[in-house]
């Protein structure tokens, strides 16, 4: 081995002994014993220590792995339990690696370990499978120490072949590939195994990389068994930055000051191609040169570099200053408090330096610090400064490929997925209840809220505002509303999910006209709040390649208004039929006044929607149903809850008859055509159930009923389908087509394809004999769509990610035409950069 070799691995062992000790002691003792000990189950499979699996092919053995006198202690203090007498002498694993923020000066409390296990691409499938089966019990034997410890599978092959990984929770899958090995580059600590060998290879050898690299190895300077080799950067990754993009945004939504950190590197990247130097350069040229490890080979500091030269190259000062103060933010070092831990004085010397540099005064400082303590408005200027920020770089980005004619590297699938999930977090939309906390700040429960209507004709808008203070003259005076809405559940809903209500809130009310008093709206928020849950499982990215479901719907009846509040006189024992409740007394009054609803559906986004008038009790079914494809499930809880003054029990009843009934017709796959009645308010309606949705119709008479189905029955399809498959393919369009959503159907013959669109109003427009590329057509659609041309200074207006869904027509097993999502057939060796 030559002595620049030996020199650089020495080097490199030395900084990862520094940077380990730099992470646990800003560990406290759980994350600090999980972290010691969880080398330890995978090189050993006993079942005595977590994450056993009783299977002789269990891959075991790390190599390269010491047993110390540590690791013994550890062994019979923290397991209760002896080193194996006799052990395999294969080593099935190549090494353990923590990226990320682990050891930076990024490193937090609210940092989690990412660990990379790296095993020979050799290893066969199905132990790599008992692989992933024992680091998912580790994880869960982590998370009962309240450590999130996520393991990622990594071949050693895994960058020198197309990148065909699947997209979860924690993984990128195809959204980025080259650039991922870059973030690990410059951030890998060594835990257990091989040394990184990337590093001491020189850095005037990367574009030859693979050549260079195997010349050692033949030359006998380097043995190829003693290191993790994952390859050189061989071109740069620009047609990656669309999909990196998207994925840093999706990050975003829970972690916003690391995201908009990543996608303005990710734009930094784009604007100096096609000379694009990554960081992992930057870090491997400075490690190679300096003999001493300081913020200028820190990951984070070296981020924070690099966007901030771009971003004073183009003069974006507004930017940079919210990058500082991410920056800042993510270290959790909070300068203007006294620090008792000396082992962390390195972090504080360098935050200081910086502090200085950018001018900052100490009441910004001061602010900053105190961000634990921020309530609803401050962390609302927060959530749009950073959500402004990621937007501009989404749509810079966007331009960067189209004026580069850059191919996306993020499968069709995954970049599906991916816009769903942004959709379903950042787009504003009439009714939807926005979620303004992004983990800013832990705590926005109010003391007092107030709820004040305003009728029509008054200077402000009518409707309903929302004060954080309470009714007192002197506190409205100087109180700034936070939200209005045409409706009060808006409102409670808004306050309910984003924690600004809890159980010891008080609720202030003041309404000129609506029949809510101060203990029905208590008790309206309390049922909300007893049954609708703020945090759940994060959405499927099944869920989330299909159309959008109700999941959970709950009904609130008669709480603006109900039609027996001013009642004088009521006999609560009459004998009252359900079916009166809609048409009550001699003048059919419909005894439901108002309904509210809220929902939460299938990608997670949560809904309200308000009906009140004569035929609320219409217009809310009508609603409901039209949110449903034939294709969908039932709703997994449906709550209902009755705020009448009299006849409660009958009320819900009659509607949750209703509500079932036509639900169950709706979704009845054997259901071609039905009708059914309502009489409600002294008016009949027909409801007409079909494939494709269900319309309403007022009815006059009984014969209106029949002419209404005769002209029904004029079309066999609302789809006008000419091909072979006319039956089939119009039932399975008609079954999956969704409100609100733009859908694709291919339908697949030997010389081509048809193409079926649906547009958000359930409109079907086909094209015979398409001729070209499914994938380019698949990427100018969502080209056209992510693209925004709208100059609008409303932060609305400025995004879109309500991508179209895609979707083969197919012939499945039984001859019967089915659905499945379309994938693209290009493999990422396929897209060039030009």
Known sequence: MSREIIRLREKAMKFNRLRIQSAQVLMGKDELNVFQSFPLLFHFNLPTLPGYIDNDEMPVRICQFELTE????LLNNFFHTELPTQESKTCDILGLYAMGSTSSIGQSSESDLDVWICYPHQLDSERVKLLEEKSWLISHWADSFGVE???FLI???????????GMSRDSCGSSQHMLLLDEFYRTALLIAGKPILWRLIPIEHEQNYDQYVQALYDDGTLNKHDWLDLGGFHRIPAEEYFGATLWQLYKGIDTPYKAVLKTILMEAYSWEYPNTELIAISYKKRFQTQEYYDEQLDPYCLMLEKVTAYLI????????????GCFYLKTEEALSKVCYNDNTAWRRTILNKFVNQWGWADEQIIDLDNRKNWKVNDVTKAKDILLE?????YRKLLSFARDNNIGE????????VLSRKLYAAHETLPGKVDLINPNISPDLSEPDLSFIQVPEDHTNPAGWYLFNCSLEAHALIKTKSLMHAKYVSKLVSWCHMNGLYEEETKLHLYNQGADLVDNKLNQFIQDLYSVFPVFVPKASNQALSQPCEIKHLTIFLNVEKDPTRHWQDAHEDDDLENDNILSYGEHNECLIGSIDLIYRNSWNEVRTLHFENNFAVVDALTTILGKMHQDARPPEQIDLFCYSQHFREQICAAFRSKLEEYIQLRLDSLTQRSVQTLWTGGRKFGFYFERTGVS???????????????????S???????????DQTAKVIESHISEGLIQFFFENYPEGFNVYIANAENEVESFQSFAGSKDDLVQNVNRFYASNNHESSELEAQINFNLPQFYEIELGDNNQLQLSSFKSSIKNSERTVH
């Open 389 to 393: 920020a990621l937007m501009v770089s």
């Open 716 to 726: 066999t399809s609302a789809i006008s389908l000419k091909n072979t498959f006319f």
């Open 70 to 73: 540590h690791t013994q202690s």
């Open 696 to 714: 309403l119709q007022h009815l006059q008479s009984t014969v209106d009923i029949y002419s209404h189905i005769s002209n029904k029955k004029v």
């Open 313 to 324: 190259e183009i003069k974006d000062f507004k930017r940079l200053e919210l990058i500082r």
């Open 149 to 151: 410890l996520n393991f």
């Open 409 to 416: 590297s993020i499968s069709a699938e995954d970049i599906g």
């Open 155 to 165: 071949p050693d092959n895994k960058f020198r072949i197309d990148n065909d990984a």
